[in-house]
């Protein structure tokens, strides 16, 4: 008998990896994490807001490189 944290297995490292890969600078693999997140909390406001500020980014990003 255990007690389960099911926020440990599913969202919450993903929402952890993606603020260190903003903290780091690496766009698009903070996006990457925070849209996985969004699967498991589509309601979630923190990571709508995440991910339309990284969508703005990677594409500023992309466009000049």
Avoid: M
């Amino acid at each position: 008998w255990s007690i389960d944290h099911h926020a440990f297995r599913t969202w919450l490292p993903h929402k952890q990896l993606a603020l260190c890969h903003y903290q780091l600078g690496n766009y698009p693999a903070s996006l990457h994490h925070n849209r996985i997140a969004a699967q498991y909390l589509p309601e979630d406001p923190d990571i709508a807001t995440n991910i339309t500020l990284l969508e703005g980014l990677v594409a500023q990003t992309a466009a000049t490189n």
